[in-house]
């Protein structure tokens, strides 16, 4: 049910694929420009659409858009908070990401997500860290809600696809 996997999110083929958004859901660096790049303008103008109705999207909560001219049939953009040593919340707000992601999953009926690394890159988050918060946070939900089928952690570069490896051996 759980799988990790190293590669480009933007080529999986399950129901969602998740973004590493940033508050303005516009697209940037990383992850969320490269989901923006390879699913097109859709992407952008659905998000814009939700911007313009709600505002920022804040930290731990997520919104669903079209997967474009993605692989996926959807994109869930979820906000990862900036690592600011562990003084402001960070984990539980990464905690937040994965559950806000996988409720809104559940909501419409996705049965196959592919999360990114979330809050790793320019956000600073410990990849090992936040490894364990996503591996915990994800398989407690499903171990309570079965409707997802299957969850890949598509990792881009190798530190963090053999710290998920690792911390899966371990669980």
């Known amino acids: 049910m759980i799988e990790v996997i190293q590669g480009d999110i933007t080529k999986a083929s399950l129901d969602c694929i998740v973004n590493a958004a940033n508050t303005s859901l516009l697209g940037g660096g990383g992850v969320d420009g490269a989901i923006h790049r390879a699913g097109g303008k ?3 103008d659905e998000c814009i659409r939700i911007r313009n109705a709600q505002g920022n999207c804040p930290t731990g909560e997520a919104v669903l858009t079209t997967g474009g001219r993605l692989h996926a049939k959807y994109v869930i953009h979820t906000i990862g908070p900036v690592w600011n040593g562990g003084q402001s919340h960070e984990p539980e707000k990464l905690s937040s990401c ?3 992601t996988l409720n809104l999953a559940v909501e419409k009926g996705i049965k196959s997500i592919a999360f990114s690394n979330i809050s790793t890159g320019i956000y600073g988050f410990p ?3 936040a490894a364990e918060v996503a591996l915990k946070t994800v ?6 809600n079965a409707t997802i089928e299957r969850v890949q952690f598509v990792c881009f570069d190798r530190d ?4 998920y490896l690792e911390r899966l051996r371990i669980s």
């Open 42 to 44: 859709q992407i952008l």
């Open 98 to 100: 994965y559950r806000n």
């Open 127 to 129: 990849k090992d860290k």
């Open 139 to 144: 398989a407690d939900f499903i171990e309570k």
């Open 160 to 163: 963090n696809y053999d710290i």
